[in-house]
């Protein structure tokens, strides 16, 4: 289908590109957008310079003794230490193999390559096992780092590539560690979260679930469904008027819809998403957050909101018929939502660009 170019950012501003860059283009009725390979190789740079990149550094580690609260940040996660945190060490990881799998041109692919061979060895995912099985780390991460260490290593399962079936390879008794604490979570959480940032169950049971599919793992599939269906399925009027929150990055309304379409049938899930959402509330889910302070490591999140509720709006629409008018309601929303905040990836500010160009990818490319 005939593309038309829908963007053209200058980022002369934060000293990335001298001239402006076609980052991305969209088809003619606005309902698929597709990452060109400037835009993929832009997006590139953000994690490459900062997976080896130690401080900054944001542990959210319990120490159980001096000796582990004296560890650098290199020393607890050899793996997935940079990029300020672990779990968006994590999704940077993801992100630059899901563009080294569209963009066979990416000028970064040997560096990319390189540095990502560099963490995951058999030595440095070792250590992420033993800190995973530490006496109060069962928890760590609880679920949205678990959600992206099963993302990366469903993209990676997807690759038939050399160095993808190394890194998998590597990864997978990592992944099978974090099933099993998941499995063995799942039963006692009688309640969900419904937060706007990393704790959102929606959020990562929609990883999980794709992980399962794709590695197979029908177990933890029927243990992800029953579960979703446990917290959600009789859940009407979400108060989406409340959102967002101030710090959100996720949507809470937006990510339980996303789950339940993966977990319904077509019908089923329309029934059960016309008494989710009103059509007065989705309409407020389509105004964009405003974002005050892109310094703010915080107040930022909200850029990665317009990323999230991107993504959702899309997959929701798919579900709807054609002749439902919230279908394209969501489908313009998703590229307004997108068009407002992937200007701002490169906002010159690490507080964002350590992390949001995850978020731009896989609305964009999702």
């Known amino acids: 289908m005939q593309k038309l ?25 606005s309902t698929h957008f597709s990452l060109t390979t400037e835009g993929a190789s832009h997006l590139a740079s953000l994690p490459l310079k900062c997976l080896q990149q130690q401080y900054p550094n944001k542990t959210n580690h319990t120490a159980v003794g001096d000796s582990d609260q004296l560890m650098t940040p290199l ?14 060490s994590v999704h940077g990881h993801w992100m630059l193999v899901r563009l080294l799998k569209q963009f066979t041109g990416l000028p970064e692919a040997q560096q990319v ?15 992420e096992i033993k800190y995973f099985d530490g006496k109060l780390s069962k928890s760590y991460e609880r679920t949205y780092g678990w959600a992206w260490l099963l993302k990366l290593q469903q993209e990676l399962l997807t690759w038939n590539d050399p160095d993808a079936k190394k890194w998998r ?27 706007g940032v990393h704790p959102n169950t929606a959020f990562g049971l929609v990883f999980a679930l794709d992980y399962a599919r794709t590695a197979a793992n029908t177990v933890f599939e029927t243990a992800i469904i029953k579960s979703a269906k446990q917290l959600y399925l009789k859940d009407k009027n979400a108060p989406s008027v409340w959102e967002p929150d101030g710090t959100d990055f996720l949507s809470p309304s937006l990510e339980e819809a996303d789950l339940m379409r993966n977990v319904l049938t077509k019908a089923q899930f329309i029934s059960w998403f016309n008494n989710w959402i009103t059509p007065a509330s989705l309409q407020h889910l389509t105004q964009l957050p405003v974002v005050s302070d892109r310094t703010d490591l915080q107040i930022v999140h909200l850029d990665g909101l317009c990323f999230s509720r991107s993504w959702c709006m899309k997959g929701i629409a798919k579900l709807l018929p054609a002749t439902d008018r919230r279908k394209q309601l969501l489908l313009r929303s998703a590229i307004k939502h997108l068009n407002a905040s992937l200007p701002n990836v490169a906002s010159g500010s690490y507080g964002g660009e350590h992390w949001l160009a995850s978020f731009a990818v896989y609305a964009i490319i999702e």
């Open 5 to 29: 170019v829908w963007l053209l950012l200058c980022f002369a501003s934060v000293g990335v590109f001298a001239q402006p860059k076609q980052l991305f283009t969209v088809n003619k009725d």
């Open 75 to 88: 020393q607890q996660h050899p793996a997935f230490y940079g990029c300020f945190d672990w779990h968006s």
């Open 113 to 127: 390559r390189d540095a990502i061979s560099k963490n995951i060895t058999p030595e440095n995912i070792a250590q």
């Open 169 to 195: 390879t590597t990864l997978q008794p990592f992944c099978d560690t974090i099933v099993k604490i998941w499995m063995n979570y799942l039963p006692k959480q009688t309640y969900p979260n419904r937060t």
